[in-house]
């Protein structure tokens, strides 16, 4: 069975959609695993990373393209499911990508709407709540399906996690975070009573299959993008302005979202890894439409960066790994 991974902050600019990508090129390389990477953010991030110029020219000028807008137009014109899939592969990432769409966007309005209709009972609103849901299920053959979102606490997102296994939340290193999983923890819990009164008043089940709605699990969280320093034992070790934050994070997640979200391990601390600022990588990496750990000389790397593409994977590796080994996924 396919398991679902969202990565979802109510922050933006915390890195999520470079800790995304990079995690599915190392589940893909290392653990090979069969990975697709659905881009459910309207600013498509995700998919300007992972392809070059001329295939993101193709994706929003040919008509012929396929991108996550063909799934949703369907239903937005009252047509149901749509039948058709097709995926994109991204040659450095060596991953399966639906690639985002910027009129994803114009959907927000629609599943706003019939969300009012789901809760209320409605067997139309509730399908078009499970649109994702649907999506995923059809993509049973992946080991694994990573879901990148925008910041919001819309309609979109709520969907996306609606169709979730798993979600893991990058966060930078800043109050604003740590305020920021207060508002998910609030947001979820309200939008799951939500959907379970409207699932009561359903008159007939099978006519929307609910069971298509997966139980959202954390997974855990990332420190992301803080700036390091060796100690006298060598170790990279976050500065103090920094660390102070971050010693937050375990307390606040506890305190708010493990009280409303199931956890994936309740005997292992919450935090997955730490991900330090990694400086020229990233857009060395952008440039290049390839993961950081998987840069070459041909893409300019230089010198010193050479062990800073090493240390990238063992940073992101570790990461994926925790993600692994808390969801239980094995190899």
């Given at each position: 069975m396919?398991?679902?991974?969202?990565?979802?902050?109510?922050?933006?600019?915390?890195?999520?959609?470079?800790?995304?990508?990079?995690?599915?090129?190392?589940?893909?390389?290392?653990?090979?695993?069969?990975?697709?990477?659905?881009?459910?953010?309207?600013?498509?991030?995700?998919?300007?990373?992972?392809?070059?110029?001329?295939k993101?020219?193709?994706?929003?000028?040919?008509?012929?393209?396929?991108?996550?807008?063909?799934?949703?137009?369907?239903?937005?014109?009252?047509?149901g499911?749509s039948?058709?899939?097709?995926?994109s592969?991204?040659?450095?990432?060596?991953?399966?990508?639906?690639?985002?769409?910027?009129?994803?966007?114009?959907?927000?309005?629609?599943?706003?709407?019939?969300?009012?209709s789901?809760?209320?009972?409605?067997?139309?609103?509730?399908?078009?709540?499970?649109?994702?849901?649907?999506?995923?299920?059809?993509?049973?053959?992946?080991?694994?399906?990573?879901?990148?979102?925008?910041?919001?606490?819309?309609?979109?997102?709520r969907?996306?996690?609606?169709?979730?296994?798993?979600?893991?939340?990058?966060?930078?290193?800043?109050?604003?975070?740590?305020?920021?999983?207060?508002?998910?923890?609030?947001?979820?819990?309200?939008?799951?009573?939500?959907?379970?009164v409207?699932?009561?008043?359903?008159?007939?089940?099978?006519?929307?299959?609910?069971?298509?709605?997966?139980?959202?699990?954390?997974?855990?969280?990332?420190?992301?993008?803080?700036?390091?320093?060796?100690?006298?034992?060598?170790?990279?070790?976050?500065?103090?302005?920094?660390?102070?934050?971050?010693?937050?994070f375990?307390?606040?997640?506890?305190?708010?979202?493990?009280?409303?979200?199931?956890?994936?391990?309740?005997?292992?601390?919450?935090?997955?890894?730490?991900?330090?600022?990694?400086?020229?990588?990233?857009?060395m990496?952008?440039?290049?439409?390839?993961?950081?750990?998987?840069?070459?000389?041909?893409?300019?790397?230089?010198?010193?960066?050479?062990?800073?593409?090493?240390d990238?994977?063992?940073?992101?590796?570790t990461?994926?790994?925790?993600?692994?080994?808390r969801?239980?996924?094995?190899?």
């Amino acid at each position: 069975m396919t398991t679902s991974i969202t990565f979802f902050n109510n922050k933006g600019g915390v890195g999520k959609t470079t800790l995304l990508c990079n995690v599915a090129a190392y589940l893909a390389e290392e653990y090979e695993y069969e990975v697709l990477v659905i881009d459910a953010d309207p600013q498509c991030n995700a998919t300007q990373y992972m392809f070059d110029d001329e295939k993101l020219q193709y994706f929003y000028e040919e008509t012929s393209s396929f991108t996550l807008y063909n799934i949703i137009r369907p239903l937005s014109l009252g047509k149901g499911y749509s039948k058709e899939l097709n995926v994109s592969r991204s040659p450095r990432f060596n991953v399966d990508v639906i690639p985002g769409d910027p009129r994803l966007a114009l959907t927000e309005d629609l599943l706003a709407k019939d969300w009012g209709s789901a809760i209320g009972g409605d067997a139309r609103g509730i399908r078009t709540t499970l649109l994702f849901a649907d999506l995923v299920h059809r993509c049973s053959d992946y080991d694994v399906v990573l879901i990148d979102v925008g910041p919001s606490l819309g309609s979109i997102n709520r969907a996306v996690l609606i169709a979730t296994d798993y979600f893991v939340a990058p966060m930078s290193i800043d109050i604003f975070s740590v305020k920021a999983i207060e508002n998910i923890a609030t947001w979820i819990e309200k939008w799951r009573k939500q959907w379970d009164v409207g699932i009561a008043n359903v008159d007939d089940l099978e006519e929307v299959d609910a069971d298509l709605a997966r139980d959202l699990c954390f997974a855990g969280y990332v420190s992301q993008q803080y700036l390091a320093k060796r100690d006298r034992k060598g170790t990279k070790r976050a500065v103090n302005a920094y660390e102070r934050i971050m010693n937050q994070f375990e307390k606040v997640v506890s305190s708010h979202l493990s009280k409303t979200v199931p956890l994936a391990d309740r005997n292992a601390p919450l935090g997955l890894g730490a991900i330090p600022n990694l400086h020229s990588m990233i857009p060395m990496s952008q440039s290049a439409r390839a993961p950081v750990f998987m840069l070459k000389s041909t893409d300019g790397v230089r010198g010193a960066h050479f062990s800073k593409v090493k240390d990238a994977k063992t940073t992101f590796g570790t990461v994926a790994d925790e993600i692994i080994e808390r969801i239980g996924l094995e190899e």
